[in-house]
């Protein structure tokens, strides 16, 4: 599986691993298509042992990077969804300093409750009754680690770890919000829609998304959505997940050439008044042959012109040639088996 959703042949993933990037959060928000209503516009959370991935479905269409996958401050260029890794999950470790407690970012094992050391979120949604995972006496001694420290019961001291966790997911939610509005397909998404882009659904997948997506809904004002199989979403994504591709084509009529950026491809054309029409034309010939080497050519007639920009070029008051730019994209979807595109 790629960072934007698509599936590769294995030989060809050997061959270009680098695709691969962040290919978890995309399974993830492939298992949430697959699960939930066709259409919809969500907020994805996907609440794992120490991270939890924001994303964003708009139209039932998950926004992409506009400058591909981030690595910290680096930028890859890999196309990717615009997803977003907070440090905090269910095995995240819970410290006490003082009256006041820290969630994360580190992991110093599993929960109490399943043989660990130290208390984590985990042991305290047991602790709340808002799961079953676990020892329940082995929760408690692990909240009643911090509850000494927070001078309460362990009772509060898990509530205090559960709102730790919650307000973390909340504020990093909003602040995507703020990172999304910046994203191209977003505003030309708000423009077609003709809405403000709110949180209307907040979909949990994920081992912490049914204890916890609930709170983190209610706190946004939002519905919350807990797929039946939310815990292996991520699984049911890969599974169910069909190839993408995507071929960028430049044309410079007045040279009499053409390159495909994605294979570093060149060739000759003659017509220096070529139309956008034309160039389709070629483009999709090109994506089928290239759909046909990484053998995924069935999937070539589903391509859509996402770019497509003309500039005629003049010298000397007349027109020379025409610098033409074409994207066309098999978008991330479903395989036609799981009986929803």
Same mark, same amino acid.
């Given at each position: 599986?790629k960072?934007? #959703? #698509? ?8 061959a270009?691993p680098?695709?691969?990037i ?5 399974a993830s928000?492939m298992g949430v298509?697959a %699960?939930?209503a ?7 959370v996907?609440i794992g042992?120490t991270?939890?991935d924001? =994303?964003?479905?708009?139209?039932g ?6 400058k591909?996958a981030r690595?910290d ?16 999950g269910?095995?995240?470790a819970?410290v ?8 994360g970012p580190h992991?110093?094992?599993?929960p109490?409750?399943m043989g660990g050391?130290?208390?984590t979120p985990?042991?305290a ?6 799961s079953?995972i676990?020892?329940a006496?082995? &929760?408690?001694?692990a909240?009643q680690?911090l509850?000494?420290?927070?001078g309460?019961?362990a009772k509060?001291?898990a509530?205090?770890?559960?709102? =730790? ?5 909340v504020?990093?939610?909003?602040e995507m ?5 910046s994203e191209p397909?977003?505003r030309i ?8 882009l709110?949180a209307?659904?907040?979909?949990g997948v #994920?081992?912490?998304a049914p204890p %916890?997506?609930?709170l ?5 004002g939002?519905a919350?959505?807990?797929p039946?199989?939310?815990?292996v ?7 169910? &997940?069909?190839?993408? %591709?995507?071929?960028n ?7 009499g050439?053409y390159?495909?950026a994605?294979?570093?491809?060149t060739?000759r054309?003659?017509?220096r008044?070529?139309?956008s029409?034309?160039a ?9 042959e290239r759909?046909?080497?990484?053998g995924?050519g ?5 391509a ?9 070029m003049i010298?000397g008051?007349?027109?020379?040639g025409?610098l033409?730019d074409?994207?066309l994209?098999?978008l ?6 799981w009986?929803? &595109?």
């Amino acid at each position: 599986l790629k960072a934007d #959703g #698509g599936t590769l042949p294995l030989d060809r993933s050997l061959a270009m691993p680098v695709e691969t990037i962040f290919s978890g959060p995309a399974a993830s928000i492939m298992g949430v298509m697959a %699960l939930t209503a066709h259409g919809q516009t969500s907020v994805v959370v996907d609440i794992g042992g120490t991270t939890t991935d924001l =994303a964003l479905i708009l139209s039932g269409k998950p926004l992409l990077s506009a400058k591909g996958a981030r690595v910290d401050s680096l930028l890859t260029h890999v196309r990717a969804f615009a997803v977003k890794s907070v440090a905090i999950g269910g095995d995240s470790a819970v410290v006490a300093k003082g009256v006041s407690l820290t969630v994360g970012p580190h992991r110093d094992g599993p929960p109490m409750c399943m043989g660990g050391s130290g208390p984590t979120p985990t042991d305290a949604l047991r602790v709340l009754g808002l799961s079953s995972i676990g020892d329940a006496s082995r &929760a408690e001694q692990a909240m009643q680690m911090l509850s000494q420290s927070l001078g309460c019961t362990a009772k509060e001291a898990a509530r205090k770890t559960v709102d =730790a966790v919650v307000d973390k997911i909340v504020l990093e939610i909003n602040e995507m919000f703020r990172e999304w509005e910046s994203e191209p397909a977003y505003r030309i998404w708000e423009i077609m829609s003709q809405e403000k882009l709110s949180a209307q659904n907040v979909v949990g997948v #994920g081992g912490g998304a049914p204890p %916890l997506v609930p709170l983190v809904a209610e706190r946004l004002g939002a519905a919350a959505v807990v797929p039946e199989h939310a815990p292996v979403a991520n699984a049911i994504g890969a599974a169910v &997940a069909r190839p993408t %591709l995507t071929l960028n084509l430049h044309i410079d009529t007045e040279k009499g050439e053409y390159n495909v950026a994605e294979e570093g491809l060149t060739g000759r054309v003659s017509d220096r008044k070529m139309t956008s029409e034309e160039a389709e034309k070629l483009a999709r010939r090109l994506l089928a042959e290239r759909a046909s080497r990484l053998g995924i050519g069935e999937y070539a007639g589903e391509a859509e012109v996402t770019y497509s920009e003309v500039f005629n070029m003049i010298r000397g008051w007349s027109t020379v040639g025409r610098l033409l730019d074409l994207r066309l994209e098999v978008l991330a979807g479903l395989l036609p088996s799981w009986g929803r &595109a």
